[in-house]
């Protein structure tokens, strides 16, 4: 009787699998994910893939996670420089610049795995946290308020970008970005302001006489 064969130590095989996952995403969408593609892509058994991830949707949220981190890396690695501090505006517009300058197929792939999360309920706490993570270093520069309406405008921004095929303008994202943090009545973080007033009313309510 032949003896077993020994089991190949493969510690980096998971990682292959969420690789292979998302280049199956950025070739052919999320349609075309399926544990025979990624095992076909990843060159490894298909037990393998249902092995590390037992549903589609364990393996797009370990993808999400990995694609998250593009432009949050690049965020949290500018949040300690100067021009930071000295014009957050510009360098934010800079920042989305260089992103969506950049490898387009990644950008793409980022925000494919994001938006899947309207209709796959698992992905739904990932894209959230992507959210709060970069709300949490915007926050350091400025209020809370502020740091969400700012991730929502750059998230707008550069989906109509990615949309349109429009050219990314930066001069436009800068002074849209300096208007949220300008300070003064009616801005984000102003208490007085109509947002502030409208989140604080119970439904049904009016505060006019």
Known sequence: MAAARPRRHDPERRQRIVDAALR??????IAGLSHRTVA???DVP???TTYHFASLDELLVAALRQANEGFGR???ERAE???MEAD???ALARLMGEWIGGERTGVELEYELYLAALRRPALRPVAAEWTEAVTGVLARHTDLVTARALVALMDG???QVLLTGTAYDEAYARAMLARLLAPGPGAPGDPTSGAARVSSDPPGTSTDT
């Open 81 to 83: 420089l100067p021009d």
């Open 88 to 90: 957050l505006a510009s």
């Open 40 to 42: 076909a892509e990843a």
């Open 46 to 48: 298909l037990g393998s």
């Open 24 to 29: 199956v995403v950025g070739a052919r969408g």
């Open 157 to 159: 921004i550069c989906l």
């Open 74 to 76: 690049q965020l949290r």
